[in-house]
């Protein structure tokens, strides 16, 4: 295991661009950016930009060029991997409260975005053209996780304990609603897969979903072992891997097609809430408070 200072203080988010070349990180002191390749070998080291404000997310556009950050003063907005930021996308028709959650399209025409105050959670779909809204939403309390599972379908997580997803592709956009036990934390879809992962409380739940988006709560499978609340989700490129970090200082890997415990590690650097899975799938990145990224290797 490999440890590196990232000097953002808190680490709240890990995103891989599409094209496996660049690292984002979120954290309380900013954003930080990297080449893959070299910062595994060691040879590289962050660009960082400052920021007053606390970042809560990151979602990179599929052009693997710019991507999108969710900022807890109520702003999203847009940066390129030079870090400079060329756009900011505040006081929309639908945007209100602090943004905590941001996703593109798989084609990259649209951008969610997900926040809200407390008691009123809001979520907002705008096209990349012009930045127009297009869609807005409304749940029971702050959308800490939004996610396009298919091109035209949009989950979201709410601090009200449920789940909601959204059909684009019809005439009528319909939403199933899912009720967990805990406040969601993390959603993730798996890769070529049908189950869409949900971290909340101090397990995570597999949920089988069908191409219309429609959830199988009675189909679900559980991974159970956290100690305390599970903050955040991946699955490993190939789909075959679940990775999940939480306020116990563990990151564990889980079997996504049983639910069944595969391994877990004490990383030694307090409570974390970011993980992700490199391009290759054969290694694992996690960070939290201690504001050190942890790198392991995968054995599958």
Request: aromatic share 8%; with cysteine; proline share 5%.
């Amino acid at each position: 295991m490999r440890k590196i200072d990232v000097g953002i203080g808190t680490i709240t988010f890990l995103a891989f661009s599409p094209d496996g070349s660049q690292l984002a990180i979120a954290g309380d002191r900013g954003v930080a950016i990297g080449s893959w390749p070299e910062l595994l070998r060691q040879q590289s080291p962050f660009a960082i930009r400052s920021s007053p404000e606390r970042v809560a997310q990151i979602a990179w556009h599929p052009d693997s060029y710019t991507f999108a950050v969710a900022m807890l003063d109520s702003a999203v907005q847009i940066w390129n991997r030079r870090l400079r930021r060329p756009r900011e996308l505040m006081d929309l028709e639908g945007q209100e409260g602090c943004m905590l959650s941001v996703a593109f399209s798989p084609d990259g025409l649209e951008l969610a975005m997900g926040g809200g105050w407390l008691a009123r959670g809001t979520a907002l779909v705008v096209d990349t053209y012009k930045w127009r809204p297009l869609r807005h939403f409304e749940a029971g309390d702050q959308i800490g996780s939004i996610l396009y599972v298919r091109q035209h379908v949009l989950a979201t997580g709410s601090a009200d304990k449920s789940i909601a997803v959204y059909d684009f592709s019809k005439r009528e956009e319909t939403a199933g609603t899912y009720m967990l036990a805990s406040p969601v934390q993390s959603l993730d879809m798996q890769n070529g897969g049908q189950r869409l992962a949900v971290a909340a409380g101090n397990q995570v739940q597999l949920l089988p979903i069908t191409d219309e988006g429609a959830l199988l709560p009675p189909s679900r499978l559980e991974c159970r072992g956290h100690k305390y609340v599970v903050k955040a989700i991946d699955y490993s490129p190939d789909g075959r891997l679940l990775a999940s970090t939480g306020e116990d200082g563990t990151l564990r890997f889980w079997n996504a097609d049983t639910a069944a415990a595969v391994a877990s590690l004490d990383l030694g650097i307090g409570k974390l809430r970011a993980v992700a899975f490199a391009p290759d799938g054969l290694t694992a990145l996690a960070g939290g408070d201690a504001g050190t990224i942890a790198i392991v290797d995968v054995d599958y």
